[in-house]
């Protein structure tokens, strides 16, 4: 048994993302009972559903635009949960307090003004119906309904023994609901119902609303009230007890006893916790009139326990409670993240990654925070050091690879890879897609060559060949040297960025036996012909095989340069508006048949 | 309920068509000279300068002139601004006209469960907390508007000559009015009085509480709420009132100068049962805080360091209930940092730290907290299996591990 909540309960939250959240709390606690979940949301996004983890399965949520659309479809809801920020809560209260079957609405909103709540009271009333909060914390009745995210997390669900039945429990502050809900399973037999009324100084629901309904509710033995200064609901709450002879005891504390020695007008507590404006609803007072009403007073919180332990074990004497049946709990599932935590499963891993690890609160390159590479002064070549070959390259290493990124950045607009990139711009089609169709371009005729001239490079020098023994090898085995030849350049009019680069490379003292190999094999193809110069792949391979750079890595250092230049013509393009551009026809040489009959299809 | 300054108040309720008497807020004593040129009360009237600041006991304080001249005035002024009282400097001054009158009156209207209150005496001025039971009262049920008559009965209750009945029962509703359209939790006028002039009721001085969550439906608020404990805010509780304007959840602050005991917990409801348990046990308070509602661990960590710069404290209770959603192992975080830093800085030197939670994730919070204990702080941590306020009794008397 229960009061205003229980296994029929059937919920509408209205509400975005905090609605969602209280959703998933109330589905555990609908596991950890072993009883249905049937909860339905209207956050903004109506028609779509929110998926909630309930055990081991996920149950799809409907959304709706508003509480009528959801009573429509599920007429068997009688209970809102309000979720909705401060200025709109009057009116969605208003919404759920207007549906024929909701007869319970329950508002975890704080910041709502006092008249609004005061409003929405009387027309609860109006209506028959229960408004319980602002500011509430929910309404939890053990073992048959959870409203809200009262109970907190599931590991006390079970410590508080909510699965089961007890003790009946009002608050005004959601935390200390919580607090008292774990004092009755440790000193009693849990609770029945636990309701948060919300610390506002005019909520909804008062005490003595409850107080009556927990009278009628024969398995509440016991209501456990939790007060504070301000207000006159605990003087109320202590008329109705002490009327007439009530079947419930009640055990009450109050707080704000503080207030005797702090400043006169100092706010603390709840927006509901202030004196009156002539020393009525303070702490003394209200303790007094409680106590004289016949309820179980303690003087502090601390006195709560032994207070309950008592009236416990008064119920146990007098059997009461012979006969309940003992209900396990049952236990969350557990993700697959926390049974591998906890050694309990071994899952095989699918990819594996030994240069970066993002596990962490940042990514690690090879092991170093990315931010404190950036705090240290290092640069992008130290970054593809670490990523590329799992080390970091010395200063020249790193002037060296910045030097070939330059070079390689950009050959203007003509060359494959930039005109497929700018092709792509002018048809309209994204960066990442025109970039790519560039990126396409980059094979054994342009760009590509770096990792097979270095392959070839470090297969001569490792065989310590001759330049004569590595050509002739070639020339019978392999094909034209990769790295060797230019279509414009020649002895003549030498690449200058290559010039550039080999100076440098060798004024720097690193060993270069590749790049030595490489300048030999030039001085003989140039004998035979003046274009089969060493071009910029097979020195940048050279070099970067001196550097011990993986073979498989080479083809890297240009896609990566060239990149940027590519990014540039995308963005060039889309900067100066450029439109849809076609072959012009005389540009194309068309050799095709003349136009003739088509022949009759052959049956 | 938040309180409105006198200046912001009377503007309040002079736009409901009650007349106020003449006033200028002034931040120099020079400004004195060019609305003096366009006001002329304030060449021919007498007048009153006082502190416009949330202080108590302004009076005593010699923060209130009254019965001055323009250049009486402006040497008032003159000597207030800037001057530092009980830690706090008076930035501005309210400069208004004296109204002479006869009788003073006693007009409010309290904000109750099921509407409105109003109350009413002819027997006002400082005489009315001595004759509180001749203050007459008036229910006005939420949504309605108060009856004339009603008014009128409630005024001839009040010992009003017949004359001015429908005089004040017309000013009650317009405070009412006031009061309703203006989400008021209570307003209270004291005196009000007739100007000897002309018999005009004016709102002589005025209390103004409104309702500081309403303010999203009153874009004509353009003024800040001032403290309610008798002194204007201080820059730390300013800080934490500015983070709390800002974030998720709440962290709220408030110094109480020469307590021992600092508190540092968590949620509305625990922080006022753990105040009670220090006074209890007999230590004093230095200061209330409270964090609720899961707040950034930034925004706890800032509240830790206010807690911790505290004068003279002897120890710190971090205490709290179990938690329906505030995350400990976070929020705990923030406490961790603030403490850190604290020690940093020299801080918390014979200063013992006491710890109690419960709620989501508290085994890691409460680990977290406890490796504190191998970094030379005194902290004691328990867990939700001591009592809520049992760590107070430590604290304070002893007897804890």
Redesign the interface.
């Given at each position: 048994m229960s009061i205003i909540t229980n296994k029929e309960t059937r919920v509408v939250i209205q509400g975005g993302p905090a609605g969602v959240?209280a959703a998933k709390?109330m589905a555990e606690f609908c596991h950890l009972s072993q009883i249905p979940f049937n909860v339905f949301v209207f956050p903004p996004s109506a028609g779509k559903t929110n998926e909630i983890a309930f055990g081991s399965t996920l149950v799809s949520v409907p959304i709706f635009k508003s509480v009528a659309a959801a009573t429509e479809v599920f007429p068997e809801i009688n209970t809102s949960l309000i979720y909705i920020a401060?200025?709109r809560a009057f009116a969605g209260t208003m919404e759920a307090l207007d549906a024929p079957n909701i007869k319970l609405v329950s508002m975890i909103t704080?910041?709502?003004?006092?008249?609004d709540a005061?409003?929405l009271?009387?027309e609860a009333e109006k209506r028959n119906k229960v408004f319980n909060g602002p500011s509430s914390?929910g309404v939890i009745s053990a073992g048959e309904s959870r409203l809200g995210?009262?109970?907190?997390?599931y590991d006390?669900l079970m410590?508080c023994k909510l699965h089961r039945q007890g003790f009946g429990v009002i608050?005004?502050?959601?935390?200390?609901s919580?607090?008292i809900m774990?004092?009755c399973s440790q000193f009693a037999d849990g609770i029945t119902t636990a309701i948060g009324i919300g610390?506002d100084?005019?909520p909804g629901s008062d005490f003595v609303t409850y107080l009556e309904k927990f009278e009628d509710d024969l398995q509440t033995k016991v209501v456990v009230m939790?007060g504070?200064?301000g207000?006159d609901l605990e003087e109320k709450a202590a008329t109705w007890f002490g009327e007439k002879k009530r079947r419930i005891q009640l055990i009450a504390?109050v707080?704000?006893?503080?207030q005797e020695?702090?400043?006169?007008?100092?706010?603390?507590?709840?927006?509901g916790?202030?004196e009156g404006?002539?020393g009525e609803g303070s702490?003394r007072n209200k303790a007094e009139a409680l106590k004289a009403a016949g309820a179980i007073v303690p003087?502090?919180?601390?006195g709560l326990?032994p207070a309950i332990k008592a009236a416990y074990e008064e119920i146990l004497a007098s059997g009461a409670l012979e006969g309940k049946e003992e209900l396990a709990p049952r236990h969350l599932p557990r993700t697959i993240e926390e049974t591998i935590k906890d050694g309990d499963v071994f899952a095989e891993p699918l990819i594996k990654s030994s240069i970066c690890d993002d596990r962490g609160e940042e990514p690690l390159y090879n092991g170093y925070p990315a931010s404190e590479l950036i705090d240290k002064g290092y640069q992008i070549p130290h970054v593809i050091g670490l990523l590329w070959d799992k080390r970091l390259v010395t200063p020249v290493e790193a002037e060296i690879i910045k030097r070939i990124v330059i070079l390689s950045a950009d050959h203007g607009p003509c060359v494959s890879g930039a005109l497929v990139t700018i092709i792509g711009a002018c048809a309209g089609i994204s960066m990442a897609q025109a970039v790519a169709a560039g990126m396409i371009m980059i094979g054994p005729r342009f760009g590509g060559a770096v990792t097979g001239a270095g392959k070839w490079f470090s297969y001569g020098v490792k065989n310590k060949m001759s330049v004569d023994d590595f050509l002739t090898h070639m020339k019978k085995n392999v094909g034209p040297v990769p790295g060797i030849g230019h279509r414009v350049k020649s002895l003549r009019n030498p690449d200058k960025r290559v010039k550039s680069l080999i100076a440098y490379v060798k004024s720097t003292g690193i060993p270069t036996p590749h790049l030595d190999f490489a300048l030999a094999i030039e001085e003989k193809t140039t004998a035979k012909k003046d274009t089969l110069i060493l071009n910029v792949d097979g020195t940048m391979a050279a070099i970067l095989v001196d550097l011990r750079f993986p073979v498989d890595a080479l083809n890297g250092f240009f896609i990566l340069s060239r990149t940027i230049g590519m990014i540039g013509h995308w963005i060039d393009q889309k900067r100066e508006g450029s439109r849809l551009i076609r072959l012009f026809k005389y540009l194309a040489n068309y050799t095709s048949h003349k136009k003739r009959a088509v022949p009759p299809l052959d049956s | 309920?938040a309180k409105v300054l006198e200046g912001p108040g009377m503007r309040l309720l002079s736009k409901w068509g009650m007349a106020v008497p003449n006033y200028v807020v002034i931040t120099e004593a020079a400004q004195i000279d060019n609305l003096s040129e366009a006001n002329p009360w304030l060449r021919e009237c007498k007048l009153v300068v006082k502190a416009h600041e949330a202080l108590g006991g302004r009076m005593k304080l010699g923060l209130v002139k009254v019965g001055l001249d323009l250049d009486g005035a402006r040497a008032a002024a003159k000597e207030m601004i800037g001057k530092a009282v009980a830690e706090v400097t008076i930035s501005q001054v309210i400069i208004s006209e004296m109204v002479e009158h006869d009788e003073e009156y006693y007009l409010a209207v309290?904000?109750t469960?099921?509407?409105a209150e109003i109350l009413l005496t002819s027997m006002g001025g400082i005489e009315v907390e001595a004759n509180?039971e001749k203050v007459k009262k008036l229910a006005v049920p939420?949504?309605a508007d108060p009856d004339m008559q009603a008014l009128t009965d409630l005024a001839k209750d009040a010992g009003f000559d017949e004359a001015l009945l429908p005089r004040v029962a017309s000013f009650a509703n317009k405070l009412f009015k006031c009061y309703d359209q203006e989400?008021g939790?209570?307003l209270e006028i004291n005196p009000l009085v007739r100007r000897s002039s002309n018999g005009e009721l004016t709102a002589l001085d005025a209390v103004t509480m409104v309702?500081g969550?309403?303010r999203?439906?009153h874009p004509d608020w353009n003024f800040n709420f001032a403290s309610?404990?008798?002194?204007p805010y201080s820059d730390n509780e300013k800080v934490i009132m500015d983070i709390d304007s800002k974030v998720k959840g709440s962290v709220?602050f408030?110094e109480?100068p020469g307590g021992d005991t600092a508190l540092l917990p968590?949620?509305?409801?625990?922080?006022?049962?753990y105040?009670?348990?220090?006074?209890?046990m007999g230590g004093?308070?230095a200061n209330?805080a409270?964090y609720?509602?899961d707040p950034p661990d930034w925004a706890v960590e800032a509240l830790t360091e206010k807690v911790c710069a505290l004068k003279g404290i002897k120890r710190i209770i971090v205490g709290?209930?179990?938690?329906?959603?505030t995350n400990v192992k976070k929020t705990f975080s923030g406490i961790i940092k603030g403490f850190r830093k604290a020690k940093a800085d020299g801080k918390l030197e014979d200063v013992s730290i006491w710890v109690r939670r419960?709620?989501?994730?508290e085994k890691e919070g409460l680990a977290a907290m406890k490796v504190l204990e191998g970094e030379g702080f005194d902290i004691h941590v328990y867990d939700?299996y001591t009592?809520?306020?049992?760590i107070v009794?430590y604290a304070i008397v002893g007897g804890g591990k």
């Amino acid at each position: 048994m229960s009061i205003i909540t229980n296994k029929e309960t059937r919920v509408v939250i209205q509400g975005g993302p905090a609605g969602v959240s209280a959703a998933k709390r109330m589905a555990e606690f609908c596991h950890l009972s072993q009883i249905p979940f049937n909860v339905f949301v209207f956050p903004p996004s109506a028609g779509k559903t929110n998926e909630i983890a309930f055990g081991s399965t996920l149950v799809s949520v409907p959304i709706f635009k508003s509480v009528a659309a959801a009573t429509e479809v599920f007429p068997e809801i009688n209970t809102s949960l309000i979720y909705i920020a401060p200025n709109r809560a009057f009116a969605g209260t208003m919404e759920a307090l207007d549906a024929p079957n909701i007869k319970l609405v329950s508002m975890i909103t704080e910041g709502v003004p006092e008249k609004d709540a005061k409003q929405l009271r009387i027309e609860a009333e109006k209506r028959n119906k229960v408004f319980n909060g602002p500011s509430s914390i929910g309404v939890i009745s053990a073992g048959e309904s959870r409203l809200g995210v009262i109970g907190g997390s599931y590991d006390n669900l079970m410590l508080c023994k909510l699965h089961r039945q007890g003790f009946g429990v009002i608050t005004k502050s959601g935390g200390l609901s919580n607090e008292i809900m774990w004092i009755c399973s440790q000193f009693a037999d849990g609770i029945t119902t636990a309701i948060g009324i919300g610390g506002d100084t005019y909520p909804g629901s008062d005490f003595v609303t409850y107080l009556e309904k927990f009278e009628d509710d024969l398995q509440t033995k016991v209501v456990v009230m939790v007060g504070e200064m301000g207000g006159d609901l605990e003087e109320k709450a202590a008329t109705w007890f002490g009327e007439k002879k009530r079947r419930i005891q009640l055990i009450a504390v109050v707080s704000g006893y503080c207030q005797e020695q702090l400043p006169k007008g100092m706010k603390f507590g709840h927006a509901g916790a202030k004196e009156g404006l002539h020393g009525e609803g303070s702490a003394r007072n209200k303790a007094e009139a409680l106590k004289a009403a016949g309820a179980i007073v303690p003087d502090t919180f601390g006195g709560l326990g032994p207070a309950i332990k008592a009236a416990y074990e008064e119920i146990l004497a007098s059997g009461a409670l012979e006969g309940k049946e003992e209900l396990a709990p049952r236990h969350l599932p557990r993700t697959i993240e926390e049974t591998i935590k906890d050694g309990d499963v071994f899952a095989e891993p699918l990819i594996k990654s030994s240069i970066c690890d993002d596990r962490g609160e940042e990514p690690l390159y090879n092991g170093y925070p990315a931010s404190e590479l950036i705090d240290k002064g290092y640069q992008i070549p130290h970054v593809i050091g670490l990523l590329w070959d799992k080390r970091l390259v010395t200063p020249v290493e790193a002037e060296i690879i910045k030097r070939i990124v330059i070079l390689s950045a950009d050959h203007g607009p003509c060359v494959s890879g930039a005109l497929v990139t700018i092709i792509g711009a002018c048809a309209g089609i994204s960066m990442a897609q025109a970039v790519a169709a560039g990126m396409i371009m980059i094979g054994p005729r342009f760009g590509g060559a770096v990792t097979g001239a270095g392959k070839w490079f470090s297969y001569g020098v490792k065989n310590k060949m001759s330049v004569d023994d590595f050509l002739t090898h070639m020339k019978k085995n392999v094909g034209p040297v990769p790295g060797i030849g230019h279509r414009v350049k020649s002895l003549r009019n030498p690449d200058k960025r290559v010039k550039s680069l080999i100076a440098y490379v060798k004024s720097t003292g690193i060993p270069t036996p590749h790049l030595d190999f490489a300048l030999a094999i030039e001085e003989k193809t140039t004998a035979k012909k003046d274009t089969l110069i060493l071009n910029v792949d097979g020195t940048m391979a050279a070099i970067l095989v001196d550097l011990r750079f993986p073979v498989d890595a080479l083809n890297g250092f240009f896609i990566l340069s060239r990149t940027i230049g590519m990014i540039g013509h995308w963005i060039d393009q889309k900067r100066e508006g450029s439109r849809l551009i076609r072959l012009f026809k005389y540009l194309a040489n068309y050799t095709s048949h003349k136009k003739r009959a088509v022949p009759p299809l052959d049956s | 309920m938040a309180k409105v300054l006198e200046g912001p108040g009377m503007r309040l309720l002079s736009k409901w068509g009650m007349a106020v008497p003449n006033y200028v807020v002034i931040t120099e004593a020079a400004q004195i000279d060019n609305l003096s040129e366009a006001n002329p009360w304030l060449r021919e009237c007498k007048l009153v300068v006082k502190a416009h600041e949330a202080l108590g006991g302004r009076m005593k304080l010699g923060l209130v002139k009254v019965g001055l001249d323009l250049d009486g005035a402006r040497a008032a002024a003159k000597e207030m601004i800037g001057k530092a009282v009980a830690e706090v400097t008076i930035s501005q001054v309210i400069i208004s006209e004296m109204v002479e009158h006869d009788e003073e009156y006693y007009l409010a209207v309290t904000s109750t469960r099921d509407g409105a209150e109003i109350l009413l005496t002819s027997m006002g001025g400082i005489e009315v907390e001595a004759n509180w039971e001749k203050v007459k009262k008036l229910a006005v049920p939420l949504g309605a508007d108060p009856d004339m008559q009603a008014l009128t009965d409630l005024a001839k209750d009040a010992g009003f000559d017949e004359a001015l009945l429908p005089r004040v029962a017309s000013f009650a509703n317009k405070l009412f009015k006031c009061y309703d359209q203006e989400d008021g939790s209570y307003l209270e006028i004291n005196p009000l009085v007739r100007r000897s002039s002309n018999g005009e009721l004016t709102a002589l001085d005025a209390v103004t509480m409104v309702d500081g969550d309403a303010r999203f439906r009153h874009p004509d608020w353009n003024f800040n709420f001032a403290s309610e404990f008798g002194r204007p805010y201080s820059d730390n509780e300013k800080v934490i009132m500015d983070i709390d304007s800002k974030v998720k959840g709440s962290v709220k602050f408030i110094e109480i100068p020469g307590g021992d005991t600092a508190l540092l917990p968590a949620g509305g409801g625990a922080s006022v049962y753990y105040s009670d348990a220090v006074l209890a046990m007999g230590g004093t308070l230095a200061n209330y805080a409270e964090y609720s509602g899961d707040p950034p661990d930034w925004a706890v960590e800032a509240l830790t360091e206010k807690v911790c710069a505290l004068k003279g404290i002897k120890r710190i209770i971090v205490g709290g209930a179990i938690a329906n959603f505030t995350n400990v192992k976070k929020t705990f975080s923030g406490i961790i940092k603030g403490f850190r830093k604290a020690k940093a800085d020299g801080k918390l030197e014979d200063v013992s730290i006491w710890v109690r939670r419960g709620g989501p994730f508290e085994k890691e919070g409460l680990a977290a907290m406890k490796v504190l204990e191998g970094e030379g702080f005194d902290i004691h941590v328990y867990d939700r299996y001591t009592p809520l306020t049992d760590i107070v009794d430590y604290a304070i008397v002893g007897g804890g591990k």
